[in-house]
């Protein structure tokens, strides 16, 4: 499985843009890009996903590089809420398995 | 959108007994789900992932006796933690994977086991 590296920690000012970023280095042809996030004592929550092309949600907006070895999630307004571990995931086919990393805790000020 | 329930939320169990922890999609048929083990401050680690109809797929270091799962229907799936103990406590996720229309993957809410 391909893994993916991003940074322990973030932090953000309260509606600003947060951008997360995702290195991937090892994403086959086929690699889907998951974001996922998780609040303390809760199950991981759906953010985005994507192949190759750039993705928008009522969330949040899913950079893919060219190469597709990076990406970047981006919170075009960060609020207290959107306080959470970010996890990228990288799924080798329509429904193998999702393996998680470390993610990121992102962390709003007021 | 798809959701998934897990139960229970809670559980706290004796040490020595077995604990069955329901993971059911409402809205989607899931023919397969998967299983993750949280511990605190440490992200997901996947268990196994279970088909609907077959037996289940452990992930290496994962005893199967121990963590009993069953995918009899296409909207549940059973992971029964067996003779628990104080080191089973954890967080436990299940995840449900739709392939109709849109695919993805929808995890239910968790399960915290307590073992005393």
């Known amino acids: 499985d391909a893994k993916t590296t991003q940074p322990n920690s973030m932090e953000s000012n309260e509606e600003e843009p947060v951008h997360l970023p995702c290195n991937h280095s090892t994403i086959s042809g086929t690699d889907y890009i998951h974001w996922y996030r998780q609040l303390p004592s809760q199950g991981p929550e759906y953010v985005i996903h994507?192949?190759?092309s750039n993705v928008n949600n009522r969330m949040a907006s899913l950079a893919i590089a060219e190469d597709r070895k990076s990406s970047t999630l981006i919170l075009h307004r960060a609020t207290l809420r959107d306080a959470a571990v970010y996890y990228c995931?990288?799924?080798?086919?329509?429904?193998?398995?999702?393996?998680f990393g470390q993610g990121t805790e992102l962390s709003v000020k007021p | 959108g798809a959701v998934v329930s897990q139960h229970p939320s809670r559980v706290i169990c004796k040490s020595g007994t077995s604990v069955k922890i329901e993971c059911r999609s409402l809205d989607f048929q899931a023919t397969t789900m998967f299983w993750y083990r949280q511990f605190p401050k440490q992200s997901l680690m996947l268990m196994a992932t279970?088909?609907?109809?077959?037996?289940?797929?452990?992930e290496q270091g994962v005893e199967k006796d121990k963590f009993l799962i069953n995918h009899a229907s296409l909207t549940l799936s059973t992971l029964t933690v067996t003779s628990a103990h104080p080191e089973d406590s954890s967080f436990y996720i299940c995840?449900?994977?739709?392939?109709?229309?849109?695919?993805?993957?929808?995890f239910g809410s968790g399960t915290r086991l307590t073992v005393v």
């Open positions: 994507g192949l190759t």
């Open positions: 995931i990288l799924s080798g086919n329509q429904g193998g398995k999702l393996i």
């Open positions: 279970s088909n609907e109809g077959s037996k289940a797929t452990y």
């Open positions: 995840s449900a994977l739709s392939t109709g229309g849109v695919w993805g993957y929808t």
